[in-house]
C-alpha cells in the first residue's frame, strides 16, 4: 500500500472555528490533491500542490487554505468552518505521468456543528 | 474542469451475473485517461481499471473490463462473475494534462448492490 496517511480521521468541531487536517506521504510523490465527498457529489477537487510551496485552487476552494512547506506534508485549513463543509474529506497523492495511479488516504469525516 | 457523468445512481446485480455499469465525459482534448475506482464500506479509494485514450484496445483487469468508445466519450465498467465483495460505490474519473496538476475528475458515483 501507498504510504499515505490523514489525520485525525474523525473530528467534530463548531461553527466558526478553524481546523486543520493533515496528509503525510513517504512516496515522495510531487503532486497531492485534497478532495471532498458528499453524497450524490462524488468526489470535488477543493486544492492542490504540484511541489513545495506549490499550491493552486480547484473546483470547490472557497473557504478553503492549503500550504505544503515540505513535499511530505499537505495541509488543508478551514479558516473559520461551516456547517457546509460538514464531509468526508481525502488527500490523494501522484506523480506526474499521466496514467499514473492516484493513490488515496482512508479519508477524515469532519462534523462542524 | 472536465465533465463525468454517471447516469445510474444505484444498480444491483446477482451473484455470478454480470452487470455493466455507465460513464460518458465531455472533452475537447485527444490526450486523456479515464479511470475507474471502486471505494467500499470502508471507504478506501481503489483503482479498478484505467485506459488510455490513444489505445483502442479495452482494458482487461481479470472479471473487470471496460467499453471504451472514444468517438461517442463513453467509458462503461463490465463486471463478470460478480461476487458479494465487489459490492461497493463506483466511481468513474478522468484525467488530462490540461486539466489542474493532473487532477483526477470524479462522476457521483453508482452504487452496486450484489445480491446472493
Known amino acids: 500500500d501507498a504510504g499515505i496517511t490523514q489525520s485525525p480521521r474523525h473530528k467534530v468541531t463548531e461553527t466558526g472555528t478553524p481546523v486543520t487536517l493533515r496528509c503525510h506521504q513517504t512516496?515522495?510523490?510531487?503532486?497531492m490533491y485534497w478532495y471532498r465527498q458528499d453524497p450524490g457529489h462524488g468526489l470535488r477537487l477543493i486544492h492542490y500542490?504540484?511541489?513545495?510551496?506549490?499550491?493552486d485552487k480547484g473546483e470547490v476552494s472557497d473557504g478553503y487554505s492549503v500550504s505544503r512547506s515540505k513535499t511530505e506534508d499537505f495541509l488543508l485549513t478551514l479558516e473559520s468552518a461551516t456547517s457546509s463543509q460538514t464531509s468526508v474529506y481525502f488527500c490523494?497523492?501522484?506523480?506526474?505521468?499521466?496514467?499514473?495511479?492516484?493513490?488515496f488516504g482512508q479519508g477524515t469525516r469532519l462534523t462542524v456543528v | 474542469a472536465q465533465t463525468v457523468t454517471q447516469s445510474q445512481p444505484e444498480m444491483s446485480v446477482q451473484e455470478a451475473e454480470t452487470v455493466t455499469l455507465s460513464c460518458t465525459y465531455d472533452?475537447?482534448?485527444?490526450?486523456?485517461?479515464l479511470f475507474w475506482y471502486k471505494q467500499p464500506p470502508s471507504r478506501q479509494m481503489i483503482l479498478v481499471i484505467r485506459?488510455?485514450?490513444?489505445?483502442?484496445q479495452n482494458a482487461t483487469e481479470n472479471r473487470f473490463s471496460v467499453n471504451f468508445q472514444k468517438a461517442a466519450k463513453s467509458f462503461s465498467l463490465k463486471i463478470s462473475d460478480s461476487q458479494l465483495g465487489d459490492a461497493a460505490m463506483y466511481f468513474c474519473?478522468?484525467?488530462?494534462?490540461?486539466?489542474?496538476?493532473?487532477?483526477?475528475?470524479f462522476g457521483k458515483g453508482t452504487s452496486l448492490l450484489v445480491t446472493p
Open positions: 485506459q488510455e485514450a490513444y489505445k483502442q
Open positions: 512516496e515522495n510523490h510531487r503532486y
Open positions: 500542490s504540484y511541489g513545495v510551496k506549490d499550491t
Open positions: 490523494a497523492i501522484s506523480e506526474s505521468d499521466l496514467g499514473t495511479e492516484a493513490f
Open positions: 472533452t475537447s482534448e485527444s490526450d486523456y485517461y
Open positions: 474519473a478522468y484525467r488530462s494534462s490540461w486539466d489542474s496538476g493532473y487532477a483526477l475528475n
